[in-house]
């Protein structure tokens, strides 16, 4: 029986335990013995639920992408469907021109696909009519793209060519940027958004492009009563799967070590197993390694190994966010009718000149087991890639610039009756032009290593699904490995 050292207990790294483990089949033949070596005290990274006003709340991912079925497939596969929560509200507004206007319906991540899209009122009072008639060119006279097709290009400046920058300010930046806490005249189509990328470097109009691209990805289904949910959250919030997974990692017997830093990563001795992991206290030795980790400790951890793939990896740089977590009286605050909460553009604006606030999430209605009669749960984020500024302020005086920004926002509000700040710095990877490739060049150098694989939000994708997806495949692809060797 082989071993292998996970590095790293956040989802991607629990989630290639559970593989190496057996996956959904469990332990059979020669299936590895496994250590999760974790630097905290706790599981699951970022996914993390903390008590606020009675209950149990996500401060860090609060639900998941039902398309994508890596998360949905896990909670199924350990027994827990029952725990999946759909969303309770759809919609969502953008403080845009002095107030609250409703998103449009129908925009894939941001962008227009029709026509009418540009023709609400709300669209209008977001883009202006001047910046609604310049999207609507691309349906009648479309733009031509302003250069030969490329492997990768910036989603912001791909969509500004053919729609127009308020397009890109308005309604792109802040909902794709937000969700990488990043900017979309830096981050990657390739890597962020594959369909904006075939569909903004061929002759025609990208907005059909795109529209026909949704209809065969989202097909309407014949029932709608059955159609799946957009997002998911569990009864107990997001941060309840990492324990989840680790009491059936207990029950196939896989060490999980808390509050265990892995220092360094070296050759074994010849006739010993391939690799050894220092921790500072012990030397485990490993037939195989999984690096789970954040890009920078991963580069730390590769740079004895192999300096150009540490390299590689180093150069993921990351954005560091808050979250403020607010419950109001019900008497206190007066939320818009409809929607989950609200986008808040921060267009070209030097940072000083920025709401700080960059979206609003109404969270009893966006998921409805957190509702109480009485009381209003607010959760507010903080942070992007060009701006820290909540790092130099302490919880007490960030809370009172949160609640001047959403005074600005929602309008008069009351003091909470509870708040509680929780800081994630370096917590978002940005996904940069031709990132793609870097993260090619970084699986082929671990690759040719021999037993050695990586995982986890700096590769191909920052979502809960998405880093599941991540350590279940470097499991499998570690499985085949040592299966080879042996």
Aim: charged fraction near 20%; include cysteine.
């Amino acid at each position: 029986m082989s071993h292998v050292v996970v590095v790293g207990g956040g989802v991607a790294g629990l989630s290639c335990a559970y593989e190496l483990l057996g996956g959904a089949a469990g332990p059979v033949g020669a299936t590895s013995s496994v250590t999760v070596l974790e630097a905290d005290e706790r599981l699951g990274g970022k996914l993390l639920c903390a008590p606020i006003a009675g209950r149990a709340v996500d401060v860090g991912p609060d639900g998941f992408l039902a398309r994508r079925p890596e998360a949905v497939a896990l909670i199924s596969e350990l027994g827990c469907s029952e725990l999946l929560e759909p969303i309770g509200a759809q919609g969502a507004w953008v403080f845009a021109r002095g107030r609250l206007r409703l998103l449009p319906p129908g925009l894939a991540l941001g962008i227009p696909t029709r026509l009418r899209d540009l023709r609400t009122k709300d669209a209008v009072g977001i883009l202006g009519i001047a910046g609604a008639a310049r999207a609507s060119l691309d349906l009648i006279a479309p733009r031509q793209p302003s250069r030969s097709a490329l492997e990768d290009r910036a989603i912001g400046p791909l969509v500004g060519d053919k729609l127009g920058h308020r397009v890109v300010d308005m309604l792109i930046d802040p909902l794709i940027g937000g969700i990488h806490a990043g900017r979309v005249k830096d981050l990657s189509a390739a890597a962020v958004y594959p369909p904006i990328l075939a569909a903004g470097q061929v002759r025609g109009s990208l907005m059909r492009a795109l529209q026909a691209k949704a209809a065969v990805r989202d097909p309407i289904p014949e029932d709608e009563s059955v159609a799946t949910p957009a997002f998911y959250t569990l009864r107990d919030g997001v941060g309840s799967l990492p324990e989840l997974i680790a009491a059936t990692l207990r029950d196939r017997e896989a060490e999980l070590a808390l509050g265990t830093t892995a220092t360094g990563l070296h050759r074994g001795a010849p006739g010993r197993p391939r690799w050894v992991v220092e921790t500072g206290r012990d030397r485990l030795e490993a037939d195989g390694v999984v690096l789970a980790t954040p890009a920078a400790a991963t580069s730390l951890l590769l740079d004895d190994i192999d300096r150009e793939a540490a390299s590689m990896v180093g150069s993921i740089d990351a954005a560091g966010v808050a979250v403020v977590t607010l419950r109001f009286p019900a008497d206190a605050i007066t939320l818009p009718a409809s929607g989950t909460g609200v986008l808040v553009p921060i267009g070209h604006a030097a940072p000083e000149d920025r709401f700080m606030v960059t979206a609003v999430t109404f969270l009893d209605r966006k998921w409805p087991h957190l509702a109480r009669p009485g009381e209003v749960l607010l959760r507010a984020s903080v942070g992007r890639i060009d701006d820290a500024r909540w790092m130099d302020l302490d919880d007490d005086v960030l809370v009172e610039r949160v609640l001047l920004d959403l005074t600005l926002l929602i309008g008069e509000i009351a003091a909470p009756s509870a708040a509680a700040v929780t800081r994630w710095p370096d917590a978002f990877p940005q996904y940069r032009v031709n990132h793609l490739v870097r993260v090619d060049g970084v699986d082929a150098a671990v690759s040719a290593l021999g037993g050695l694989a990586v995982a986890g939000a700096a590769y191909r994708g920052v979502g809960i699904p998405a880093c599941i997806g991540s350590g279940r495949t470097s499991a499998r692809n570690l499985r085949a490995w040592l299966a080879d060797q042996s």
